[in-house]
């Protein structure tokens, strides 16, 4: 079975801290995600990667940024987190870009005070 | 833009049978997919359409039509643990690199007895 795991099931920052979200896969996969999720507005993607160190913005990658040094990790960073951070962060991964059934972690629920 | 619009809510009674719509406009397809998303817990697979017709998988079934940029979901014989969101997202051109899962806002199914 494909395993994806996150560092973490609850993250309690403060604002202005730096945060790291760290997502691991066990799987070879090539690409991996990291979504954000929010009431009313769904799975929203941030960033991706089809490779190691390469990287993609997705549709809201503002104050955010990652980093994919090995294959099997993808790290979703805030540099300076904010209220408006706070979320569920959910990181996914797929075997290749023609093949995108993906693969869920079981989220990090981030709250920023 | 790129848009999957999906309803909010829909409630169904056990041993019923319920049908998810889904309607799609993207930039650009490669697939369809459903996923169940039980409160709190990771989006799982349901099911791909990537050609025109039906997919039925057990008491799940999901439709396909391109030229309509439409699909749903059946769930049958209902229970109560089908009480869930159910996301549908389509395989689309993310960005000018490459290509992504865009997700609808989900559906919140609510199944009583």
């Known amino acids: 079975d494909v395993k994806v795991t996150q560092s973490s099931r609850y993250l309690v920052k403060r604002t202005g801290e730096k945060v790291f979200l760290e997502c691991v896969q066990d799987?070879?996969?090539?690409?991996m995600f990291w979504y954000r999720q929010d009431p009313g507005l769904g799975l929203r993607l941030i960033y991706f990667?089809?490779?190691?160190?390469?990287?993609e913005k997705g549709d809201i990658p503002e104050g955010y940024s990652v980093s994919r040094e090995k294959k099997e990790r993808f790290s979703l960073i805030l540099e300076s987190a904010s209220t408006n951070q706070t979320s569920m962060y959910l990181c996914?991964?797929?075997?290749?870009?023609?093949?995108?059934?993906?693969?869920f972690g079981p989220g990090t629920r981030l709250t920023v005070l | 833009g790129q848009n999957i619009d999906q309803p909010t809510e829909m409630t169904a009674t056990e041993g019923a049978i319920v049908q998810i719509n889904c309607t799609y406009q993207?930039?650009?397809?490669?697939?369809l997919f459903w996923y169940q998303q039980h409160a709190g817990e990771a989006p799982t697979f349901l099911s791909y359409?990537?050609?025109?017709g039906l997919e039925e998988k057990g008491r799940f079934s999901s439709f396909l039509s391109r030229s309509k940029g439409y699909s749903y979901l059946l769930l049958k014989e209902l229970q109560m643990k089908d009480s869930a969101s159910y996301l549908c997202?389509?395989?689309?051109?993310?960005?000018?690199?490459?290509?992504?899962?865009?997700f609808g806002k989900g559906t919140t199914l609510s199944v009583s007895s």
């Open positions: 359409n990537v050609l025109d």
């Open positions: 997202a389509v395989h689309s051109k993310a960005n000018q690199a490459g290509t992504a899962l865009i």
């Open positions: 799987m070879d996969h090539e690409n």
């Open positions: 996914a991964s797929s075997l290749a870009q023609d093949i995108n059934e993906q693969f």
């Open positions: 990667s089809y490779d190691v160190k390469m990287k």
């Open positions: 993207t930039s650009g397809f490669n697939g």
